[in-house]
Each structure stands twice: as C-alpha cells, then as structure tokens.
C-alpha cells in the first residue's frame, strides 16, 4: 500500500502543469458582464444618436432656421414660430427661483446638522428630510397647484397670480432640491477632517465662526458641486412644471403669469396624439437635446470641481 | 484682564459675537424647520383633499325605482338584474353581459350597475377635511339651500374599493386598480432589465476592470447618465422602443395582433424605458455595496485557488446581495414615482380594462395622479389625493422593506 | 470673568481632584497638579493613560466631542474655568493649544494668523502682527517671501511652527501642546524644542509627550501618569515634582520603571 500511494504521487508530480487552461465558462461569464457595463455607452450613444437625428430633421424642415430658433421670442408651432426664448427663460425663472429657496435653505439644514446637532437630534431629522428627497414629483405637483399657487393668490391678490404661474412652481421645486442640497453639502461639510475644528476651536474661536469660516470654506468644492447638481436637477425638473407653471410658452420675467418650461412643453405636445415625423415630433427630440446638453455641462463641471479642487489635508 | 487685551490691540468683543452666534444658529435651525415644514405641509394638504364632504344629486331618483314597496337598496340581485334589461338599451345590456355573465356576478357588483348606469349620482360640490370637520352645519346649510334635492356625505375618498375598483369617469365610482396593475406590470420590466444588468455592470466595474481610459470612461458615463433628466430617457423611449422597435414591443413579432397596442406605446415600452432610467442608479448602488465587501475576502478565496468567478460567485456576491437588493429596492421605488418620461412614451389618458400582457396599453399610479390633478373640478383634486395616499403607502412600504433588509442582514466585518 | 486676586501668583493653572469622564467612564481620576508660570511642564506616562484627556482638560477641548464631563475643579489664575458663567471661547482665547498633527488652516499663511487674531477684535497693524508671530515661533525668516501661499504648502516642522505662530499671536497665557513633535523628524524636532525654551520667558507652556528625553531636556516640572490598577482603569498623576527629581531620584517605583526603560 505505501509503495503504491508513493507511486501515485511520483506519477502526480510527473503530470502538474501550470499551464493556462481555458475556462470556457469563465470567459463567457466575463464576456457577458464586459457587456453590462458596456451597455451604459450604448444608452449614451442612444440618447446623443436618436436626439441628434430628429434635432437635425427638425432644423431642416420648411421655416425652421437655427438661428432664428436661437434669437427670436416666440414659440407658435401652428404658425411655425420656433423661438426657443419663452421656453426658456421660464426654465431659468423656475430654475432662479428654487434656487433661491434651496441654496440658503439648504446650506442652513447642512450647517445645522453638520456643526450645531447633538448625534440623537441629527439622527432624527436626517431621515425625516430624506423622506421629502423620495416623494414622485408629481406629488410636488400636486402640491403646488392645490397649496402653493392658492397660498400665493391669497398673499399677492387673485387679480396679480394666475392659476398657473412660474412663481409656485419654482418655490416648490425648491423644497424639492432642498433635501439634495442639503446632503450633499453636508457631505462635504462632515469631510472636513476633525482636527481643522479643533485647530480653530482652541484658538478661541465660536461655533459661529468656526462654522461659517473655517469648515465651509474649506468644503467649498464639494458646496459648489452640490448648488451646480441642484440646478441640473432644476432645469430638467418637469412634473411640477406640467402641472402648475402653465400650459403655452410665454415670453414674460413674471412669477405670477404662466409660462411653459422646456421640460413642460415636451410634456404637453408629447401627451397629446403625436404623429411620428411631424413638426411637434420632431421638436420635442430638439427640445431633448438641448435640455440634455445643458445637463451633461453642469454635471460634468461639478465633478470636476470636485476633482480639481479637493483639499489635501493629509 | 479686560485691561490686558486691550492694552495688546484686542478688542473684548466676546459679547457681539455671541450674540451674532446665536441668531445664526437660530438661522440654521430655523431652515430645517422649514424643511420639516413643508413636509408636513404636503401632507396635511394631501390629506385634506382625500376626505370630506361630498354632495350629489341622483340623476334618475331611487325612489322612483322603488318596486312592490322595497327600495332598490334592498332588491334582490335578479330584480336588479330586471331592472338594468329593463332600463338599459339592449345593446348596452348585452354588453355588459358579454364582458361577464350576470349569471356570474354577484348580487353587490349588479348592485353597483345599477348605480353607475340607473341612478347615476352627479357630484354637485365638494368639501375639504379641514371644513367639513369645522364648518359641518355651514355646509349642511348650504346644501339644504342651493342642492335642496341633493345628498350630503362624509367619504373617504381612499377606501378598499378606491383601490380595487377600475378606472371610469365618474368620480364617485372611480378607482385605481388599473393604474396600480399597470405600475406593477411595468415595474416588472423595468426590475428584468436593469437588475441583471445593473448588478453585471458593478460586478464588471469592480471585480474586473482595470484601472485604464476605457473603463474611466465607462464609470464617467454611468455617473453622467445618473444626471440626465428623466423626461429626455422618455424621449429616448419613444424613439426607441415605441417606434424603432415597434413591432416587438407591440407584439406583433410574436404574432399576436392586439388592436390596442399596434403602435408601441405598451407596457413594455414603458418598462423597458424605467429600466433604461434605473440602470445607472442600480449600478452606482450595487458598486458601493460590492466596495462594502472586504479585500481580505477576495483574498482568502483567491489563495486556496478559486477562479474569479468563482470567488465572486461564492464569496463576494452572497456578501454584497443585502446592499445590492437594498439599493435596487431604493431606485425602483424612483422608477415607481416616476411620470415624465412614462407621459412621453405614450401612457394612455383613459383605460378602464387592466393590462393583461406585456403587449397591454398601460397607465401608472402616478400617470393616474397627473392626470386627476389636472382636471379643474374639485372631486378629481380629491382623487389625485387619494390616488397619491395610495402611492405614498406603496413607496413606504418599499423603503421601509430596503430599511428592514439592510439591518437584517448588515453585517460587521 | 472675575478677577479673584485670593490666590498664589505663582502658579497659572491648578487642578483639585479633577476627575474626567466619557461618558460614564471614568477615564482621569483624581489630579492634583499646580502648573507653574513661565515654566515648562510635561506630563508624561505610557499611551492611552490620560495625558491628552488631561490636557484636554485644562481649555475645555474635551467637551467638544462626546458627552464628556468633569468632577473637581479646574482653575486658571484662580478663577474655576467650568464655573457655568465662564465662556469656553474666552478660556481657549487665554489658553491656547498646539496639537499632535500640524493642522494649519487651508488658507495663506497670512491669513492663518490675521484670521485667529481678526475673531478676536485684533485692531492694530495686521502685518506687524503677522510678522512678530512668525519670528515668534521662528519661521519668519523662511516663509517671508510666501506670506500668500497655502499653510498646507509648508513641510510638516513648518506647519507645526506656524500652529505655534497662530496661537501665539493672540498672546496667550498658556500654550497647552499635545505632542507638538510626534509627527515630525529630529530636526524639526530640536526646533520646536528650542523654540520652547524662547518661549519660557513670556508664555506658560504645558507639552504632553511620549519621549522622555525630550521631557527631560525641555522641561522643568514632569507629572507622570500612569493607569491606576483598580478596577476601573483611570488614569492618574503618581507623581509630580521638577523635573530633574522625577529623571534621577523619583520616589514611586512605577516612576523609576518607565524612565529608566523598565516599563511602558
């Protein structure tokens, strides 16, 4: 028996290869997960291939120039008028205006929790604000046109605020942004290593000031990249929008008057019956386009800055 | 003290900033107050729209139906059934008929034929929570004076049957059920889409890729697609999925010819269309729960020479699925919510049969919501409310479902 | 604060059983230590027995995190520092720190200082301020010509020197360091250590140091600390006294272990 078990090992040596094998398996398994991650291009490719063809139809029909899309304030299809500024400047109204609620509200919240709550308090309001980050829009919709625009009419006068206005959309969208700011801010706050606070702290300084001047200066980066994320989010917000800001582009700096939003419009010529290479067609995948371009900037800024501009306390 | 500091050029200003102090911290309080605020607000406002008083006035009066001195309330289901063959065209009864025998209904769903095409009960006005509980005898006067032929209840505009009931026109006889199958049918696809493929992207990101142009390009591109707003994933939809590849999403490709749905805009589309949305959230979640996975665990496996797969399969996978679920669990709770892009694609405004294959026209709970919301009359404002409790419930108990799974199965390394 | 003149000028800071708890442990118990003006006192003893905790103590840091909380009494020219109408703000105002791990602020140079002095109602000529700080803490001569440049900019020994600068251009009374030369290598080490001996003359220094050589060479008083062997496992003062004493004829054992090497 001895003699044999030796055997067999001598004979198992003799024929260890540490040679490659091929693992069929494996390499279909990789195969297949390289195409799951390589599919998110193809969404990309999708987005800029399908926009950008039907963005190109649209500029060659009869009486559409892209110039004049560009430079001229009225946007009537039915009389082919494709101005693209009404859409727009009520995007940047709605956008300016929840902005101005979320960026201060929203910093307060971060600096609140960051700096000034005891762990027991923090650790109750951070959930409760995050349930106001996963509410459908629609439900700020909703809320918008059935709170927001009656709060308005009453303060303002009914005969000042229309029923559908850009002031109530953009007020609530920034409740909407609120929590996002927030977090993100604090994120970059609670990344502010320690011993910075403690370095300003033992120099005497107040909860005040090592708050507002050590610790926020010193996570502006990531404070920056939040507002900029914020405003993305802003611009291609659109169920609050569809519902309260207004139906038909209007040309006005007005919160209390109606407007459409770039996001609004596609909603509403889209809801209707939609005829495949029509002019509305055709102009909602233009519309599409641009509100995709000016995304994909202000996301791409934000990570930069975040990229570029990270303190290095180590 | 005081004498020393000034004598070096300090001021004592301890007082003023103190003071500056605490009126910022006031500040900052005050904001997450607002915040907290407009939560509440929201849903007190939500609330008081999905209760209250209704009155009506039936268009055809019960009594008059009132047979041998019994109410029609109390009819037996075959007088009722008289009563519609009686009342109703032939056509309208045969109809009804043929969707199901009356043979095979029972006496309470004849009973509510009855009302719907008899005495057809027509809201006359509509009263908020917050009035009817403190105004009561104000309305009540009300509608002695101007209704004096109209009924005055309280409802709850969310009820079991709200929820179990289809969609119609009538506001009173409205339900969501077709809505809420739709959300979950196209849920459905949206999870066959961007689960696996989600889950293989983080898994390809963080296990196999190396660290070159091409891959940073990859991850770039999913944090991009992250941040691209809703409404143009919708425009990709149409594009795609209802018009380029019409005939399979229409199910034509299968052979099957649905009258309804030959153009695309089915309820695969708008799955497939979610999934398209999702992707990059399930991906970035699943990546963060896969990073959670320590390296001494690759490691352990690698050294008693298991394969890649093998270590990820056994190893990494088992560890991170808790995460992985967790965060799937958060963004399709996203894609439940979602609307924009669900209105783009094509969702239909007014469909009272329930999807029934992929290949089904479709509404969703929120489409539902949009649209309720966008009706002027009162009584749909109370059906948006009612349809957005139903949502609320249904997105709670997702996350709440996420919050359970991660505590059961977080584990310490 | 009030002035209470009832008390011996000669010592700046005196603790009388001073106990310090996280929470409801019991991590410092029982100091009695009189820390004396313009002189050098270390506080020595193995890691994890107290000494930072203490140190801690004697500006109010420790309650900045956790639910920290003293028993005793902590006195700074006699008056009670946790007494409940003190200011912590005003207390690290008079008593500054420098710690472990330089921690510049992420601004200029400049700004490092001008801003520490600026909170404090500084109203005199800010580049003369700047400038005195800096020889101060003897980095003047070597970061003249980049005053707006990033602190962060500096070797590791030069951001320590301008951590000193910053807490000595709101002219403390004490300068409390935590380790101030851990972190850095022997050069930078020597000086910090000189620079001490500069500062002896206008500034109370108390520096927490795991090296006793450089307890021996730069101070003049040492309290050693060490982990009482009771159930609770709080750390204490055994034994306080100058210097030289604690070096070459200290009278507990356990002191005569760990500077002789026996131990820790």
Redesign the interface.
Known sequence: MAELTVKNLEKKASTISLRRKP?W??TI??G??????????F??L??VY??GK?ALLFFQMPGVDLLATLTTTEWKPHVNKFGIWPLLTSTLMTTLIAMAIAI??????A???S???IPKVRST?KP??E??A??????????A???MTPLLREIFGKDVVQIYNTGSAGLVMG?LI??LI?SMTEDALSAV?????????????????VA???VV??ALSGIAAAII?GI??A?????IV??AAGAGPNFTFSPFIGAETI?GH??RI??GD?S?DSIDYNS??AL?LF??II??V???IS?AIVRRFR???E | MKEIAIVQGFENNLDSRNRKGIIWHVLFQASTIVGIIALIALMLNVIDSAFGYVAYEARMDPDSLTVDGIPVEDQSKDQLVALLQSTLSSGAYNKLDNETLFVDRSREEVFQLVVERIIRPKIVQVWKFWPSLTRSDEIRATVTREYPKAELDFVSWLTYDFVTRPQTSEPLTAGVRTAVLGSLWTILFTILLAFPLGVGAAIYLEEYASENWFNRIIQTNINNLAGVPSIVYGILGLAIFVRALERFTSGKMFGIVNLTSENGRTVLSAGLTLGLLVLPIIIINAQEAIRAVPRSLRNASFGVGATKWQTVWSHMLPNALPGILTGTILAISRAIGETAPLVVVGASTAISFDPSSPFSKFTTLPIQIYQWTSRPQEEFRSLAAASILVLLVLLLSLNASAVLLRNRFSRRF | MALNNNFDQKYIIETRNLDIYYGSFKAVAGVNMRVERNAITAIIGPSGCGKSTLLRAFNRMNELYADTSIEGEVTFSGQDIYARDVDPVEVRYRIGMVFQKPNPFPKSIYENIAWTARIHGYKGNMDELVENSLRQAALWDEVKDKLKQSGLSLSGGQQQRLCIARALSIKPEVILMDEPASALDPIATLKIEELMQDLKQNYTIVIVTHNMQQAARASDYTAMMMLTNGESRSGTVIEFDETNIIFTRPKDKRTEDYVTGRFG
């Open positions: 693992r398996g494996e398994i990789q297949l997960l390289f195409f799951s991650g390589f599919f998110s291009i969404i990309t999708g987005i399908e926009l039907e201060p509200l929203g910093m307060g919240v600096v609140y929790l700096e000034y709550a309001l409760i604000l349930i106001l996963g509410i459908p829009t629609i439900v700020y919709g909703y809320f046109l059935t709170f409740i609120l929590p927030s290593p320690r011993s910075l606070r403690e370095a300003a702290y033992a120099m005497g300084a107040t909860k005040l000031e507002l001047q050590i200066p010193a994320v993305s989010r611009v291609g917000e659109t169920m569809a519902v996001t596609i909603v889209s809801g939609l495949y909602i995948f599409g509100l995709f995304t994909l202000l996301n791409i990570q303190e290095v306390y």
